[in-house]
């Protein structure tokens, strides 16, 4: 398999974990920080704003995971996607930290 699909594989995860936050506070009728907000990251976007967020995320993750050719027999690249998702994980853990503190 090309290197590249395995970055793709990585970047899958990253996608698909980084919906799940938005995806959760959209739907329950919460504000959280989006890309979008003032300031960007930091600020609070309407729940909205959220889940069209999360769906560009999911739809990003998606492809990037067709793409990828990965199959469930594939380890490195399985261990890639999860790879993907924790350090996502931790970043997004962290910078979310703050979000209630303006």
Not at 71 to 97: E, P, Q, R, W, Y
Request: aromatic share 14%.
């Amino acid at each position: 398999m090309e290197w590249y699909k395995y970055l793709e594989a990585f970047f899958a995860g990253v996608f698909l974990a980084n919906a799940v936050p938005h995806f959760i506070h959209g739907i329950s009728g919460d504000k959280f920080p989006t890309p979008f907000a003032k300031p960007p990251g930091k600020g609070l976007s309407p729940a909205y704003i959220n889940v069209i967020w999360a769906a560009f995320n999911m739809l990003v993750g998606y492809l990037l995971l067709k793409s990828s050719q990965v199959h469930t027999d594939n380890h490195i690249g399985m261990a890639l996607i999860f790879a993907g998702i924790i350090v996502i994980s931790l970043m997004l853990s962290n910078a979310f930290t703050e979000k209630d503190k303006e």
